[in-house]
């Protein structure tokens, strides 16, 4: 151990969150004690729990406990007593969290139901700082085949091609597929790109025999389904919504 290390051991026995979380369970911890927990020891001149105050009180998107899951093991190095082991031991707890957190969603799955798609991948997306488009493959008894993700850090969805897509339904043998990406702005509102590439893979899945049953848009702890607000393909009716993103941006939208 470094020398001039602080340890949990040397704060006060009423400040340990060892002996706190064992007298009263984790509840009682602080963001701050959870992580010096899995941290253990500090760094010359702080505490395991000064460090962890460091680490959640970065500025911007990596503030809090939600801002861990977006740093990079490189990013987490950069700081003081951080090295490679905290770092991926960091790195770790977030990633246990965003299974714990979409393990429900995946038993409560349906492939007919925006929400349960959208419980299922919300923790996953929405804290990406890129676009990522991901395609649900499901066969003909509706049973999900798996997902794919088809591209990653994309500038304009209309630049996504639907041969990529359907590349990776035949390769799944998939007859039915769905649409998953994320808004890295958080805000859910399907854009006009996003109109003009569900027509454009839904008229191409036709022609192949493959269906394209929805496109879910993930925002922060937000979602839209374009289907759901355009009504079906299937009878041809529109929503309210989709209807004021034809007259803003013309009828080939």
Not at 139 to 154: A, C, S
Not at 201 to 214: P, Q
Not at 222 to 230: H, V
């Amino acid at each position: 151990m470094e020398k001039n290390v602080k340890t949990i051991m040397e704060l006060p026995a009423e400040e340990r969150p060892y002996e706190k979380c064992l007298q009263n369970g984790p509840a009682v911890l602080t963001d701050a004690e959870l992580l010096a927990v899995i941290l253990r020891t500090g760094t010359k001149g702080k505490t395991s729990v000064e460090l962890a105050q460091e680490i959640l009180s970065a500025e911007g998107a990596y503030n809090g406990l939600v801002g861990m899951i977006r740093r990079s093991v490189e990013d987490l190095r950069s700081i003081s007593g951080i090295g490679s082991v905290k770092a991926v031991q960091i790195r770790c707890i977030a990633e246990m969290a965003r299974r714990i957190a979409r393990t429900p969603a995946g038993k409560r799955l349906k492939f007919n139901d925006p929400q349960s798609i959208a419980d299922y991948y919300m923790e996953s997306l929405r804290h990406e700082e890129q676009e990522i488009v991901l395609c649900m493959m499901f066969d003909t008894k509706n049973n999900l085949l798996g997902d794919e993700i088809i591209t990653r850090g994309t500038v304009n969805l209309s630049l996504i091609s639907p041969r990529e897509i359907f590349l990776a339904a035949l390769a799944w043998h998939a007859v039915q597929i769905v649409l998953v990406h994320n808004h890295p702005s958080g805000d859910a509102t399907p854009s006009p790109e996003d109109l003009f590439v569900t027509e454009r893979v839904r008229e191409a899945g036709e022609m192949l025999g493959i269906r394209l049953l929805d496109h879910i848009i993930i925002g922060d702890m937000c979602f839209e389904s374009i289907y759901e607000e355009r009504g079906t393909m299937k009878d041809g009716t529109s929503s309210q919504l989709w209807n004021r993103y034809r007259h803003q941006y013309g009828e080939n939208i």
